[in-house]
């Protein structure tokens, strides 16, 4: 490592699978001006968790190829498992501490769902750049130097919770997206030509399951247009045939960008569906960059995509309102064309790669000039007494199964 360079270390449990929040992280590790930063990425395989049957996703040796291929250090450590019935949702098993000394590092980066979390309770020195992708807690720990959000709704929610508004800082996604080979799968899928086209992609998870895009499409179904699941739940399927859709076309989940591209290709309009909602959708990123307007609903959990599609689609309520935003873009070109050039503009906006990196350089480096600003002001914040209480409920709440608290 040369001195001058700012040494960078990314952690993420399961940090080279195929997800929003580890793709941001892989994105940041490969883009990185190399002539300034030194960039090493820790990350380990899946592992079971101990407190729920969620099975995180394992590394994708596609991804792991593409951080290698940029010259990216790469450390694997190992984690038997996750135990979520402690407090920090400690690693089981691990040998973490023995390939990583937070003195090698002049900041570390992260990338999490807020609560405070081990191993980053553990290292007390280095400047810690969190990137909060859900809002399941606040960490106020002295050293995090500043708190990357992904959207004002995200931020907002954080400091309502209790995050110290003195580190926020705004991103979004920097999206790498090289077309390559990619083509449209209308001549596969036996999809004419002036088909109106609708559809989205998704993880297969039955939590995230969203009736509402299907039983829009029922209602405008003709044979005009046609929709397209890519991955997603076999809930859908079924909903499928129990609505009796006829024009529907189901694509394996792939995690190939160049598959992935000649889906949305394929598309007209991103028709989006998620039970939890999203906080940005590196999804409907994609989706932006190839001009598909997104038509999606809101939802009890996260609202962030209602401000990172602006004007680029519709976030509604009801089915109702979702069928009649899809006749429309069916049915006025016009109207089609226009929402097809904003989503152009915000992805240039919002999302384009030498764009946010700069954001993201520049973030780095007033780390390196002002690590901890308004210390007594995170002192306070460290010290929150609300926090502590908060994690200590948790723990007794976990480890007693409700039988301290009376409710057998």
């Not at 040796?61 to 694997?76: D, I």
């Not at 937070?102 to 810690?128: L, M, S, V, W």
């Not at 029922?218 to 859908?236: A, D, Q, R, T």
């Not at 028709?271 to 994609?286: F, I, L, P, Y």
């Amino acid at each position: 490592m040369e001195k001058n360079k700012i040494k960078l270390a990314i952690i993420k449990f399961g940090g080279l699978s195929s997800g929003g929040t580890e793709k941001f992280l892989q994105t940041i590790a490969v883009n990185l001006n190399k002539e300034e930063f030194d960039v090493t990425f820790f990350y380990c395989d899946a592992a079971p968790h101990k407190g729920s049957s969620f099975m995180h996703p394992d590394t994708n040796q596609n991804k792991k190829k593409y951080l290698e291929e940029h010259k990216v250090k790469l450390v694997k450590f190992n984690v038997g498992l996750k135990d979520l019935t402690s407090p920090f949702h400690k690693w089981i098993e691990t040998n973490f501490w023995e390939l990583f000394n937070e003195k090698d590092y002049n900041i570390i980066q992260t990338g999490r769902a807020g609560h405070k979390e081990f191993p980053f309770n553990k290292i007390k020195y280095t400047p810690i750049v969190d990137s909060i992708h859900l809002t399941a807690g606040v960490d106020n720990q002295f050293n995090i130097s500043r708190v990357m959000h992904i959207c004002n709704w995200n931020a907002g929610k954080w400091k309502k919770s209790g995050g110290d508004a003195s580190r926020t800082v705004l991103v979004s996604h920097p999206m790498e997206i090289n077309e390559g080979s990619s083509t449209t799968m209308r001549e596969k899928l036996k999809i004419g030509g002036a088909k109106i086209v609708f559809g989205f992609h998704q993880r297969d998870a039955e939590s995230i399951f969203s009736p509402l895009p299907l039983e829009a499409y029922k209602l405008v179904e003709n044979e005009s247009n046609h929709f397209i699941l890519m991955g997603g739940s076999g809930f859908y399927r079924k909903q499928a045939k129990e609505l009796g859709i006829k024009n529907i076309s189901f694509v394996d989940h792939n995690a190939d960008s160049n598959v992935i591209y000649s889906f949305l290709k394929t598309l007209d309009v991103y028709a989006h569906g998620r039970k939890d909602g999203e906080v940005n959708s590196t999804a409907m990123a994609e989706a932006m960059y190839f001009g598909l307007p997104i038509v999606s609903h809101t939802s009890k959990v996260n609202n962030g995509h209602i401000e990172c599609i602006g004007d680029a689609g519709k976030v509604v309520i009801t089915v109702e309102e979702y069928a009649n935003e899809l006749k429309r873009l069916q049915s006025d070109k016009q109207y089609l064309a226009t929402k097809q050039e904003v989503a152009k503009k915000r992805f240039q906006e919002n999302y384009e790669l030498s764009g946010q990196m700069k954001i993201i350089e520049n973030i780095y480096k007033s780390v390196i000039k002002d690590p901890f600003p308004f210390p007594w002001r995170r002192r306070l914040y460290a010290l929150h007494w609300t926090q502590n209480i908060r994690i200590w409920m948790k723990w007794v709440y976990l480890k007693s199964k409700y039988y301290l608290l009376g409710r057998v």
